[in-house]
């Protein structure tokens, strides 16, 4: 059984929480919510990338005592509350599961089916999905009011914001309930319905997209259109290095998304960006993308 505790009629407090996958975001959000003081369990499919996970925490809380920004038992408290599993009946107890396993509605569905039969039935089951239909995985269990998006921001440790995803069959209290985890976990919430890109990506990706249409066509080259959107702009990076930093096969499956939903042209991904997800040429992850990335 979870450990789901009432506070009030309209909120639950999260105590532990499950994380599914071990990626870029997974890993940022177990750090997030260990330093928050939830009791974490982080599932991948294999042990070892699990357990890797749990070596990269060790690595990042190691620097931030090493620049006196975390004492070493505040350190130590964290890591004791993550545990990392291959098992995903090791999340039956969590009062909150987080899903953020790679971009594809039909592994997710499927995963929210699998979670449904094992996690305690009080539970709130999220997604860290960036564009796919919530509804769709709420309706992939038999307790849609309590599944919706809970989205964070790459870094996860560094960003402020969380979106807050409403799907149609989310109650009331499910949703105050991840507010006041997101809360707990210093990050401002902001509301939004489930549609493709929710604010930010429905509003970041078009432009990110245009900006390889601006190096595909030769209008400017790589470092010009980054370096005039940090000048122009003054936003901390350029659009190319953001894709990199973001992941591209994860860019282009929420502009595929965007598309689908809308079907308005300015979101059909520019070719040349399918074609270096298709290369292997993922961004920071895989060594290479816009930019080339020392290994
Ligand atoms: N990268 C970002 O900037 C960003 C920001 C916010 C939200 N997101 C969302 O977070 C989620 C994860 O993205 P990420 O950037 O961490 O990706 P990632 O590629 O770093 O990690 C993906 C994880 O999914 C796992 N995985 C892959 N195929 C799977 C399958 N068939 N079944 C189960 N697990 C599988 C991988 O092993 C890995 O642990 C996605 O839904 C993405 O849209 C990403």
């Given at each position: 059984m979870g450990n789901l505790r009432t506070m009030t009629s309209k909120t639950a407090s999260i105590e532990s929480v499950g994380i599914i996958g071990s990626g870029i975001m997974g890993s940022g959000i177990a750090e997030v919510a260990a330093k928050a003081g939830h009791t974490v369990i982080v599932r991948s499919?294999?042990?070892?990338?699990?357990?890797d996970m749990v070596i990269r925490l060790e690595k990042s809380l190691g620097k931030q005592v090493e620049k006196g920004k975390l004492d070493e038992s505040a350190r130590d408290a964290v890591l004791a509350r993550v545990t990392a599993t291959a098992d995903l009946e090791a999340l039956a107890g969590?009062?909150?599961v987080i899903e953020s396993v790679v971009e594809d509605l039909a592994v997710k569905k499927e995963l929210f089916g699998e979670l449904d039969g094992i996690v305690d039935a009080g539970a709130i089951l999220a997604t860290n999905t960036s564009t796919l239909p919530v509804v769709e995985l709420a309706v992939a269990t038999k307790r849609p009011d309590k599944v919706c998006g809970v989205h964070f921001f790459n870094p996860a440790t560094a960003m402020s914001l969380v979106e807050l995803v409403r799907p149609l069959?989310?109650?009331?209290?499910?949703?105050?309930?991840?507010?006041?985890?997101?809360?707990?976990?210093?990050?401002?919430a902001v509301e939004v319905q489930d549609r493709a890109g929710f604010i930010v990506n429905a509003l970041l990706f078009p432009y990110l997209n245009n900006a390889v249409r601006l190096l595909e066509n030769g209008t400017a080259s790589r470092d010009d259109i980054d370096e005039?959107?940090?000048?122009?702009c003054n936003f901390p990076m350029g659009p190319l290095a953001l894709l990199d930093l973001v992941g591209l096969d994860t860019s282009?499956?929420?502009?595929?998304?965007?598309?689908?939903?809308?079907?308005d042209p300015n979101y059909a991904a520019v070719p040349l960006l399918r074609r270096m997800v298709a290369a292997g040429h993922l961004g920071r992850k895989s060594g290479a993308g816009f930019y080339d990335y020392a290994r």
């Open positions: 499919r294999k042990r070892e990338t699990a357990d969590c009062d909150l069959t989310a109650s009331d209290e499910t949703m105050a309930t991840v507010r006041t985890f997101a809360e707990s976990c210093g990050k401002t005039a959107m940090k000048g122009g282009l499956a929420i502009i595929d998304a965007l598309y689908d939903e809308f079907r």
